[in-house]
């Protein structure tokens, strides 16, 4: 198990030092087709974070990447702009399956039938213990996760740092519990 945790621990550190390439040449077709390359797959996960199935999360992610394509001169932080329109577009999509909401759904996508193939037993479990979250937190942490700081985060959510801290803390403390951690576990 220890192991394990080891594992889950280096994955994020590496994803972070790759999302750090330099744009070869800014606002070119060559850098948005590098960059898609290298972002998909993030970007995927973090709307998989905020509770979309594996295909809601493919859909938000390419959407996110269509409205990109024209702007992409004009981006100055694709990043951070790719996270927040994907999560619109997953918003959009729950309204159109569920009832309208200004917020991530309390109630994450339904199950995917690829998830048990694509998604490793541990990437389960933290998935199903981030769906538990309430939306606010599970949105924070989706941040978070994908490396942005809490200003950043206060920022792009339009609340206060504080209000980031406090939702991220409570986030950390209910996937502890959930995930099997104790406060000793942890370094």
């Known amino acids: 198990m220890g192991e394990q945790r080891a594992r889950v621990q280096e994955q994020p550190v590496t994803r972070r030092q790759s999302v750090q390439t330099p744009l070869r040449a800014p606002g070119s077709r060559l850098d948005f087709a590098l960059f898609y390359s290298e972002h998909l797959g993030m ?8 509770g979309a199935s594996p295909y ?3 859909e938000a992610a390419h959407a996110a990447f269509v409205e990109a394509f024209p702007k992409w001169s004009q981006i100055t932080t694709p990043r951070a702009w790719l996270r927040t329109v994907a999560a619109r ?5 729950t309204q159109l399956r569920d009832r309208p909401t200004d917020t991530i759904p309390d109630h994450p996508g339904g199950e995917c039938p690829l998830a048990a193939l694509l998604l490793k037993d541990e990437e389960q479990h933290v998935y199903a ?3 538990a979250l309430p939306p606010r937190q599970r949105q924070v942490m989706a941040w978070h996760l994908d490396g942005f700081s809490h200003s950043e985060i206060s920022d792009e959510l339009a609340i206060t740092v504080e209000a980031v801290r406090q939702n991220y803390a409570r986030a950390r403390v209910s996937l502890k ?11």
């Open 177 to 187: 519990r959930a995930l099997g951690l104790t406060a000793g576990d942890q370094s």
């Open 43 to 50: 970007l995927t996960r973090f709307v998989m974070r905020l």
């Open 56 to 58: 809601e999360a493919a």
């Open 89 to 93: 577009a997953y918003l959009r999509q």
């Open 129 to 131: 213990a981030l769906s």
